[in-house]
DNA sequence: TATTGTTATACTCTATAACTATA
DNA sequence: TATAGTTATAGAGTATAACAATA
């Protein structure tokens, strides 16, 4: 596909964007799907705006997170409870593993296992990541409101609990 | 990395996964976030497996419906009301134009514009789509129940509104 | 000089299958 | 035979910059 080209035959719209015509987005307001979605694009933004200094994504925090509440955890047990596949969960410990926050030990008992554990820096830095991710949520719960939050914090957890 | 070697030192855990160790997700659980995170990847599973027939992914599916809503809209407009990078909207035309769904047209006022409408085959298509998508918002409601989804699409319209 | 759209590139995710080593 | 982890691969989505055509 070149540029529109000269020969534009009986085309009428698409004029002055400066004009009164506002955009509609049709069926998508109806859908709560749509929202969800992009309320989940501003929260990713959000969030690595506000830990935009220790590059570290939602899924890497994610990670931590859960190394962090189940220390010796193995891999498979985390991809599950996270809902990811085991594949990239191992391409994202490798790179926690290369900067030295997280610590992959063979299991003594059942040596298919890896147990993992936060580093001292692991866990360093998580207690620095957490008010940064704090600080994130609440910026939602500016935007949405607290009541809203609360709602929200509620009628959601289904979506993680049944991990 | 290989596999867990046979000099695993002093590793305790990772042992029977059978056993009554349920695992944590640790601060994960407090984070609004987290939850609209997982909520997301849930409803687009099911938004795919409601439309797998038709091959339209939710992208697609939100571009058609803008341009029903919109005849004659131009793709920067389009991109912008979604949200997506214009490069990033150009090739998602492209490829519902080779699916002859939509009709890219020069606008005669305007050359640099091009103008998007919906084929015959495109609004016949869209026409069949609607029920399917309402079909996985009624999954959403039956997930969380009516009066949070009611809540929900209140709490959440700012969110494609300041589009 | 600014704007619409395209192209190219790269990077991240995701999904899958095949492979190993262990059980 | 089944399981934990890795590797390789391909596809989708995203972000960026550079470019042509037009205003």
Request: proline share 5%; charged share 25%.
């Amino acid at each position: 596909m070149t540029k529109p080209s000269r020969s534009a035959p009986r085309a009428v719209s698409g004029t002055k964007p400066a004009k009164a015509k506002p955009l509609a987005l049709g069926d998508l307001t109806q859908l709560l799907g749509y929202s969800i979605r992009r309320a989940q694009l501003w929260i990713f933004k959000e969030f690595s705006r506000q830990l935009a200094a220790f590059e570290i994504s939602p899924a890497q925090f994610s990670v931590l997170c859960v190394i962090d509440a189940n220390p010796g955890v193995n891999q498979l047990a985390v991809a599950q409870l996270l809902s990811i596949e085991r594949a990239g969960l191992g391409r994202l410990v490798d790179h926690l593993e290369s900067r030295g926050l997280v610590r992959r030990t063979a299991s003594a008992v059942n040596r298919r296992y890896y147990v993992l554990y936060l580093t001292e820096a692991g866990i360093a830095l998580l207690a620095r990541l957490r008010p940064a991710a704090a600080e994130s949520d609440k910026a939602l719960a500016a935007k949405i409101g607290p009541r809203a939050y609360k709602e929200l914090r509620q009628a959601l957890s289904i979506f993680v609990e049944d991990a």
